[in-house]
């Protein structure tokens, strides 16, 4: 049986989040990816064992990581009028009102209204046909994503040096002495000599010579055909500093600018799946010494 949009629990189009079993309105949590946010209708209790956040807009959720969450989804409904097809856009209880996705131009202009680039129609329910509700999963491709950017170390510019045979984050730059700092944690490699400027971060210090290979890793990728390095990631997307040279390309593509004096630097931060060329690069340090 088909379930009324009218007497649904939420809105004809939105997301939804199941956690332990029971549905709420959901949306992703701002600032806190990759987490989902759930916003329990007024009166409802608070979903059990997680924390309220107040957005910027004064709307109070709940954030959840999704691995904690059953499902995530976004909603949509679609139905016929006189055979033609529409989106839902609002239920009464005795009429719907949706957004024409046809294509006949006669059509709309003799039932319809424009709004925008789009036509509406508000319609009697007894005349609606073929009422049905749309799902798409966003949980499985939030997996997915999470487990990408976890892969790559989320696109970040890294620098490693291998000593005895262990591969160890290091500094990109050796410091004044000609020394390299590496940061090797609970492991202490006893010809390295600690470093004392902080003691207790697990750092030792290296001569080059000391080094089987010592190198920077990082990544460029195209968006809009325009070339970037990547400098990590903000709520899931990639971030990247424009390296091409044209200002045209920055102002028609709104880039965002982040230059300082003396210094031009045009950043965007774009979905995945909208870039293009996305590659690794592996940079010898070792060379230069």
Request: proline share 7%.
């Amino acid at each position: 049986m088909t379930i009324d949009p009218a007497s649904h629990p939420f809105p004809v189009k939105g997301e939804v989040a199941v956690f332990h079993g029971e549905l709420y309105r959901a949306r992703g949590a701002v600032g806190l990816w990759p987490c989902v946010e759930l916003l329990p209708e007024p009166g409802r209790l608070a979903p059990e064992g997680l924390a309220p956040r107040e957005a910027a807009d004064g709307s109070v959720g709940y954030p959840v990581p999704p691995e904690r969450l059953e499902a995530w989804y976004a909603v949509t409904w679609t139905f016929r009028w006189h055979g033609e097809l529409f989106e839902c856009a609002a239920a009464a209880a005795a009429t719907l009102t949706g957004d024409y996705l046809g294509s006949d131009e006669h059509f709309a202009k003799e039932h319809l209204k424009r709004r925008g680039i789009r036509y509406r129609g508000v319609f009697p329910r007894d005349e609606v046909t073929e009422l049905e509700e749309h799902r798409e999963d966003l949980l499985q491709p939030l997996h997915v994503l999470v487990r990408r950017l976890a892969e790559v170390d989320h696109f970040r510019p890294k620098a490693y040096a291998v000593h005895g045979g262990r591969t160890y984050p290091a500094a990109a730059e050796a410091d004044a002495s000609g020394l390299i700092a590496l940061t090797t944690g609970d492991d202490q490699p006893e010809d390295l000599v600690a470093d004392s400027r902080d003691p207790g971060a697990g750092r030792f210090l290296a001569a080059p010579e000391q080094l089987d290979a010592w190198y920077r890793t990082h990544w460029t990728f195209r968006w809009r055909g325009g070339p970037f390095d990547a400098v990590g990631t903000v709520d899931g997307r990639i971030k990247g500093v424009y390296t091409g040279g044209s200002w045209g390309f920055a102002d028609n593509f709104q880039l965002t600018d982040e230059s300082d004096p003396g210094h031009t630097r045009y950043t965007v931060t774009a979905a995945l799946k909208s870039v293009t060329d996305l590659e690794r690069h592996r940079t010898d340090l070792l060379a230069d010494q």
